[in-house]
């Protein structure tokens, strides 16, 4: 079964310990659970083992016209210049180390599959078998499991590269999400090429 490692929102703005999210909740909970090394660890193991990684990052062009006047998530991101295309905000975090080969799909909802070109790839390469994780554990990585299974996808959680904005939050999600698909660890994960 052909696999894909889809690393999800572990971009600059909202991982990175000069970002605007560091000082806040989802900052803490990054560090403390160390999400960039378990994230990377993850991504070796996946590359040594000749999976596709596909990074998704949430991006919007300098007139935002994309994002959603009336959503309570994004709203907030007009206003403060948030998630700017172009921008060292939007770019992956250097110590993920993404390679040039690797693609980046950019997402303009929650949802990495809504309105974008992942399923395209995914079916373009014959993936059978997402492998996910990022930040948020509430947010991205729900709706990408959610939304994978729904496509036949068969879908792992790797639980030590998610972080939401408590560990309460984080541990009811993961609890949610393995009624879709199996949870694991970096430490633990097995990829099939």
């Not at 060292?88 to 950019?106: D, F, S, V, Y």
Request: hydrophobic share 40%; charged share 25%; glycine share 8%.
């Amino acid at each position: 079964m052909k696999s894909a490692y889809l690393v999800l929102d572990m971009q600059n703005e909202i991982v990175h310990e000069e970002g605007p999210y560091a000082k806040g909740p989802i900052g803490a909970e990054v560090r403390g659970r160390g999400v960039l090394a378990n994230t990377r660890r993850a991504i070796d193991k996946a590359r040594h083992a000749g999976v596709l990684v596909i990074f998704v990052r949430v991006g919007f062009s300098a007139d935002y016209k994309e994002c959603p006047a009336g959503s309570p998530m994004f709203a907030p991101a007009r206003d403060k210049k948030l998630f700017l295309l172009g921008s060292w905000g939007t770019e992956i975090h250097a110590a993920l180390g993404r390679q040039e080969n690797e693609a980046i799909i950019t997402k303009h909802r929650v949802s990495p599959f809504f309105s974008t070109g992942l399923e395209a790839l995914l079916r373009a390469q014959g993936v059978e078998r997402i492998f996910v994780s990022g930040v948020s554990t509430t947010a991205v990585v729900q709706a990408a499991v959610r939304e994978a299974h729904d496509r036949d996808y068969a879908c792992s959680v790797i639980e030590d590269g998610c972080a939401a904005a408590s560990a309460e939050e984080h541990r009811q999600s993961i609890d949610m999400l393995a009624r879709f698909g199996s949870v694991t660890t970096s430490d633990r994960v097995v990829f099939a090429g």
